[in-house]
């Protein structure tokens, strides 16, 4: 799948577990994003990074933690979260992170629910 | 503050009839603002960007800056045009100053009716 493909597609898990979401993208784009989506509520940024590097942390608790290895793939490793943290997960990646044009290239997302 | 409002949660309109999602903006600089779709069951997409000033599925947007708007327009809606619409600004800010980062409206959901 060209774009933005992100893994899996659903998730549950209780607040006690570990898991990891994955976002791949064959743009050849050098920023990538975590954002979470909640019902009536604004998008919000979480990590942004830029040519493999975090670039921002948008006060995001430590429950999680991303990962960048390459400028291909992010990963957001869950762990202890609460109910509250159950929302649509959407990762996106755009040319470059600057730029008054950037276009962001979006992930279909992971619906989180946490029990 | 740098802030994206969208002061409609939801739109409803006759196909055929004229739509306008209303975006507001507050922000210092000189502000580049986009629209994004996002229809159902598929991915949040760019709609149209302010600096293209083209029109894209029947939708234009101008930037009036005395007003600080970026309203989203068409004049004939079509019942495919149903879907979520989010409004945002790209601007310097976040961590550092240097960033661009795109600030987000809560969304306007439109439904078209029949």
């Known amino acids: 799948e060209t774009g933005v493909t992100q893994t899996p597609r659903h998730l549950v898990m209780g607040m006690t577990n570990k898991k990891s979401l994955k976002c791949e993208q064959h743009?050849?784009?050098?920023?990538m994003y975590w954002y979470k989506q909640s019902a009536k509520k604004p998008l919000e940024l979480m990590f942004v990074?830029?040519?493999?590097?975090?670039?921002e942390n948008n006060s995001v608790p430590s429950r999680f933690s991303p990962e960048c290895p390459n400028s291909s793939h992010l990963f957001l490793h869950l762990h202890t979260l609460q109910p509250e943290d159950s929302a649509l997960y959407l990762c996106?990646?755009?040319?470059?992170?600057?730029?008054?044009?950037?276009?962001?290239?979006f992930g279909q997302g992971t619906r989180l629910t946490v029990v | 503050a740098q802030r994206v409002t969208q002061p409609e949660k939801l739109l409803s309109v006759f196909k055929g009839a004229p739509v306008e999602l209303k975006c507001n903006y507050s922000?210092?600089?000189?502000?580049?603002l986009f629209w994004y779709v996002q229809y159902s069951r598929q991915r949040l997409q760019l709609l149209l960007r302010?600096?293209?000033?083209?029109s894209i599925k029947g939708f234009t947007a101008d930037l009036n800056k005395g007003e600080t708007s970026f309203h989203l327009k068409k004049p004939f809606a079509q019942e495919e045009d149903s879907a979520m619409y989010y409004c945002?600004?790209?601007?310097?800010?976040?961590?550092?100053?240097?960033?661009?980062?795109?600030?987000w409206g809560a969304g306007t959901k439109l439904i078209i009716k029949p």
């Open positions: 996106a990646s755009s040319q470059v992170m600057g730029g008054p044009d950037t276009e962001a290239f």
């Open positions: 743009l050849g784009h050098n920023a």
């Open positions: 945002a600004l790209s601007g310097r800010g976040g961590q550092r100053d240097s960033n661009y980062q795109l600030i």
């Open positions: 922000y210092s600089g000189s502000p580049e």
């Open positions: 990074y830029s040519l493999e590097e975090r670039v």
């Open positions: 302010h600096i293209s000033r083209e």
